[in-house]
């Protein structure tokens, strides 16, 4: 379950491929976030066969759609403000979000998110829940001053891990974000968030 329904609200997408109809259940904190745009990508069967994305204002109005050349495996949030600074501090941001998506491919890998060190989304497709949650912990820790931190590791209630590593890139911080499935052992998540920040890293020549 989500944290209540005040964090949601309801939007009504239209395929811009066949018109089909649906109502989905946005996060309003990811919405209020942006100053403009958020991106929001369908993955296919959540609206119809198609998969495509949405652009919703800050009033939860729907302001266009894109078809894409590639299919989602679940939906996927961009805060365009957010992307948009952040394609000026991190070379080949397009590429590593390309990763971040590829990975979620391993039937294990259930999402993967970046955001900055306050917890701002650059992009994300963790579940909604899992989205949550994360956010709160990074942003208990901002608000708290905790001491520097290069992992963080969450074992939820259904079994399933959060990993979260920060790294600098070009003196910024981020945190790069995994949610795997109850099969993976902490050892081989650990393995593969490395394994994701040096493919990451070796993108932008760090």
């Known amino acids: 379950?989500?944290?209540?329904?005040?964090?949601?609200?309801?939007?009504?997408?239209?395929?811009?491929?066949?018109d089909a109809k649906k109502k989905l259940l946005i996060p309003i904190?990811?919405?209020?976030?942006?100053?403009q745009l958020t991106t929001v990508s369908i993955p296919t069967n959540v609206c119809c066969e198609h998969s495509f994305q949405a652009f919703i204002d800050k009033n939860f109005k729907v302001r266009g759609y894109q078809q894409v050349d590639f299919d989602f495996s679940t939906i996927e949030y961009l805060d365009k403000d957010e992307e948009q600074e952040a394609h000026e501090l991190i070379p080949k941001l397009d590429d590593i979000i390309k990763v971040l998506r590829k990975v979620v491919d391993d039937k294990d890998i259930l999402g993967s998110?970046?955001?900055?060190?306050?917890?701002?989304?650059?992009?994300?497709?963790l579940p909604l829940d899992t989205l949550f949650n994360t956010i709160r912990e990074f942003e208990v820790r901002k608000e708290e001053k905790l001491i520097d931190t290069s992992r963080i590791y969450?074992?939820?209630?259904?079994?399933?891990?959060?990993c979260s590593?920060?790294?600098?890139?070009?003196?910024?911080?981020?945190?790069?974000?995994?949610?795997f499935s109850p099969n993976v052992k902490l050892g081989m998540s650990n393995l593969i968030l490395r394994q994701l920040e040096k493919e990451v890293l070796n993108l932008i020549g760090n």
């Not at 904190?29 to 100053?35: C, F």
């Not at 900055?116 to 497709?125: F, L």
């Not at 790294?167 to 995994?178: G, H, R, S």
Request: proline share 2%; aromatic share 8%; with cysteine.
């Open 1 to 18: 379950m989500v944290e209540s329904d005040a964090s949601l609200k309801e939007v009504s997408i239209i395929c811009p491929t066949c």
């Open 29 to 35: 904190k990811i919405i209020n976030q942006s100053k």
């Open 113 to 125: 998110a970046l955001f900055r060190i306050d917890g701002k989304i650059i992009y994300t497709s």
């Open 154 to 162: 969450l074992i939820l209630e259904n079994e399933q891990m959060v």
């Open 165 to 179: 590593r920060f790294f600098d890139i070009n003196q910024n911080k981020y945190i790069m974000t995994l949610i």
